[in-house]
């Protein structure tokens, strides 16, 4: 039965109506005697019906944990100035960006315990997630919470070459618990976190993270960045 579940989980509510227009089209090429393109069709409404999947997630709780906002595979892990639309001054901090391929979940969780202090929204253009310059030129939307530690923890939710949609459904002041879903992106993406000064993170570049899961750093801990190794 666990077999079972992992397979056949929630699918969330805004792949519905992508999923009828998949299998409608389908319907239409079975009445035409289209039998290569029902095949494609039947591929497709399967895939889409994948690709909007909201399995139910553990998430770590202890204080000052941070977890990862969304599944992907860790890009990147520098240095970096949060989003001048937060207005959190020019101060660098540890950015963690985790890209999401169109197979992986594109339900984006809430990373820490605190409250919704800021958001901005930035149209951009759909450059490659993948690419640096993604962060400052692609479709965004920015958030920026304070942590029931007092720190200030962003995320930015980032656009890609096939993503033409970000949705965000939490408002300003909103109190929220680390692992609450609180957006998606379609389709194929990625998720940038800043973390607080000083903070590290606690994942290495390649690792593959999992949203609401995967603790990324930890407010209380100073251990230095983690290396990786490929075995």
Not at 78 to 93: F, W
Not at 94 to 102: E, G, H, K, P
Not at 130 to 154: D, F, P, Q, W
Request: glycine share 8%; with cysteine; hydrophobic share 45%.
């Amino acid at each position: 039965m666990e077999t079972i579940l992992s397979v056949f989980v929630p699918i969330h509510r805004e792949g519905h109506k992508f999923i009828c227009v998949f299998a409608v089209i389908t319907g239409l090429f079975f009445l035409m005697d289209l039998d290569f393109l029902v095949f494609f069709g039947v591929l497709l409404t399967l895939w889409c019906t994948y690709f909007f999947r909201d399995p139910d997630r553990i998430t770590p709780q202890k204080e000052g944990l941070i977890i990862a906002p969304a599944d992907g595979v860790v890009q990147s892990i520098k240095m970096s100035v949060p989003p001048a639309q937060l207005a959190m001054g020019d101060d660098e901090c540890t950015r963690v960006s985790i890209f999401m391929n169109v197979f992986d979940v594109h339900v984006n969780r809430i990373p820490v315990d605190g409250k919704i202090i800021r958001q901005a929204y930035t149209p951009g253009k759909y450059l490659n997630a993948s690419l640096e310059k993604a962060c400052e030129e692609n479709e965004r939307h920015a958030i920026l919470m304070e942590t029931s530690s007092g720190n200030n923890v962003a995320f930015v939710q980032v656009a890609g070459l096939v993503a033409r949609r970000i949705l965000n459904w939490v408002d300003d002041g909103a109190e929220l618990k680390a692992g609450e879903r609180f957006g998606l992106i379609r389709f194929g993406s990625r998720v940038d976190v800043y973390l607080p000064k000083g903070v590290h993170s606690l994942v290495c570049v390649g690792q593959r993270a999992i949203a609401g899961e995967t603790v990324i750093a930890s407010e209380k801990g100073r251990e230095k960045e983690r290396a990786g190794v490929i075995r």
